[in-house]
């Protein structure tokens, strides 16, 4: 049998683009240059991260804005109540936060779930004889949106799915859809002050359906539920056995004829994840403090949720420490004419509104009980200019400088991204006003708006009879 034999001599990394090969074969020694292609880096973000998109941040940074030099803008689309300087929280809340800075007791890390006291706080503030709390029934969180993140990750696996109002807001998606958890919508009713379709909502329930969401008082709609239509929800959700989470950051921001009512006090036996925090009441949107209460007297969830919640807050060690050290006394020191003189300055502006845009032709605003935003429907059918809700609001912009966000888009040439069709609201042909501008900025932006629907509002007759002319 022939020998054979083969030696290869490279440099110590087994990339070397010009390594010298020496082959002996039956005695004769043969050299040769072979060429090594060096490896080359080939980075991609992950599929989680090209998942995920904010519909309302992606509308507004790509609709095309160019406001009338003539007139100054009046953004009437981000519901941070902060913008303006004319909702400044009240001064007991900054001099907690004083309080907790110069104690120097809160620059470390705290525990990922809260300190004790400050859950212990949270727990007595929103303690009930329907449902009472404890300190171990609070995760404090990174605001509201991450308590919102963490009651769906604990809740779902991909595959999933979960029932989230229509029209929403636009978090719910954004945060499950990376998840790989289907989102399924269930109808709000603009006739019934934008009540759930009860009928359309069991009627989406299947054995992959993991939690309902529903938002009292509801972004984008301003409404306030009653009693008894949160009872006839929460019986479809015994029905099933499917949990709630409940988003009521906007939770006693309710107009002064309307009572808002947390859903767990109502249930002896459906399991809840309220979520809630100091953004919307307290007007600090930027402090960055949330909490989940977990009602679970009937122990669905039991062991098993609870201790998925802690590790879930684990990720990235909980909220503030600044601000869980100034807790307590935000909760028990902020006086309630604060919370009064808040409310009734939301009233005010809502009403001022609602009336104006009442009597533009064209227009419907649906009124609004609470929170601080109501929808506009558009009769588009009378605006044929227009393609639909976007192309409306941008030509707002244009000719008035007034920015409202839509609540759908249509246009999938300019808003289709990685894939996914972007809408705020999921709903068709509204508008949303975010009523915490000044009031003169807020009149000012009505009478705008009535000048530009009458500029060009075509009823449908008018346009019928034009054509037969």
């Known amino acids: 049998m022939e020998s054979k034999s083969y030696m290869v001599q490279m440099n110590g990394n087994g990339v070397h ?25 080939n980075i991609r973000a992950s ?8 519909p309302i941040r992606a509308i507004v940074d790509g609709m095309k804005l160019s406001p009338n030099p ?33 104690s120097h007791k809160y620059n470390g890390y705290a525990p990922s779930v809260g300190y004790q006291k400050s859950r212990e706080a949270v727990a007595n503030f929103y303690c009930s004889p329907e ?3 404890e300190a171990d029934d609070v ?7 991450q308590a919102i993140e963490l009651a769906i990750s604990v809740l779902c696996n991909p595959g999933n799915n979960i029932l989230v109002p229509c029209p929403g807001f636009s978090l ?32 989406l329930i299947d054995e992959k359906t993991a939690c309902l969401v529903v938002n009292n008082p509801s972004n984008p709609c301003g409404s306030v539920y009653s009693k008894e239509h949160l009872q006839d929800i929460l019986a479809v959700a015994s029905r099933h056995c499917i949990p709630i989470l409940a988003d009521e950051i906007y939770g006693d921001m309710v107009f002064p004829e309307h009572t808002f009512y947390s859903m767990a006090p109502l249930t002896n036996d459906v399991p809840i994840l309220s979520c809630g925090g100091l953004a919307k009441r307290w007007l600090v949107p930027g402090w960055r403090m949330g909490w989940i209460l977990i009602h679970d007297r009937n122990q669905a969830f039991g062991q098993e949720i609870r201790e998925g919640l802690v590790k879930l807050s684990q990720r990235i060690l909980g909220a503030c420490t600044i601000v869980q050290g100034a807790l307590e006394a935000i909760l028990n020191s902020t006086p309630q004419e604060f919370y009064q003189d808040t409310i009734g300055f939301l009233k005010s502006n809502s009403e001022i509104c609602f009336s104006a845009l009442s009597s533009i032709p064209g227009l419907n605003p649906v009124r609004p009980s609470g929170a601080m935003y109501l929808m506009v429907g558009i009769e588009m059918e009378n605006f044929p200019e227009f393609e639909n809700d976007v192309d409306f609001t941008e030509h707002l912009v244009t000719e008035q400088s007034v920015f409202c966000l839509p609540a759908t888009v249509a246009n999938n040439r300019t ?17 949303r006003i975010v009523v915490t501008v000044p009031e003169d900025m807020m009149v000012e932006a009505c009478s705008r708006i009535r000048e530009f629907c009458q500029l060009h509002y075509r009823p449908c007759n008018q346009e019928s009879n034009d054509l037969d002319q």
């Open 131 to 133: 449902a009472p709390l």
């Open 47 to 54: 599929e989680m991260s090209k998942n995920t998109l904010n």
């Open 70 to 102: 003539d007139k100054a803008m009046i953004a009437l689309s981000i519901g941070d109540p902060t913008v303006f300087g004319n909702l400044p929280t009240d001064e007991k809340v900054l001099q907690a936060m004083k309080d907790a800075m110069d």
């Open 172 to 203: 719910y998606k954004t945060l499950a859809v990376s998840l790989g958890i289907e989102i399924k919508h269930y109808n709000l009713l603009p006739e019934k002050s934008w009540e759930i379709d009860l009928q359309n909502l069991e009627s």
């Open 415 to 431: 808003y289709l991204t990685c894939g996914l069709l972007m809408k705020a609201f999921e709903y068709p042909n509204y508008f």
């Open 17 to 41: 683009s010009n390594s010298v090969h020496s082959f002996n074969i039956n005695g004769d020694i043969y050299s040769a240059k072979m060429k090594i292609h060096k490896k080359r880096w």
């Open 139 to 145: 995760i404090l969180t990174s605001g509201c949106s």
